[in-house]
């Protein structure tokens, strides 16, 4: 579009042989976001890397002591309660 109006219209290829500069706009455009989505899934990757390692060491802690981070069983609980008179 220039100035509202459409400039130029067909396959990628008529615009690629139509309008060269237009082309080469677009194609650095779209090298531009493409370099963007990369960084940002570079960087959400090395969030998960660090919330599996965070689970990974987590499970390890609790294979050593079993019974950290875990709620009682029922069979578990004192059911003696103190009676108050």
Do not use: C, F
């Not at 706009?25 to 998960?48: F, H, N, R, V, Y």
């Not at 009682?72 to 059911?79: H, M, N, P």
């Amino acid at each position: 579009m220039d100035k509202g109006n459409i400039r130029i219209r067909g396959t990628l290829d008529d615009i690629r042989t139509k309008d060269p500069t237009l082309y080469a706009d677009w194609k650095e455009i779209m090298s531009k976001k493409k370099a963007e989505i990369d960084k940002k899934t570079q960087q959400k990757t090395g969030k998960e890397r660090w919330k599996l390692i965070q689970i990974v060491s987590k499970i390890g802690l609790q294979k050593h002591r079993p019974n950290v981070g875990k709620w009682k069983q029922d069979d578990e609980v004192s059911t003696a309660y103190p009676l108050i008179m």
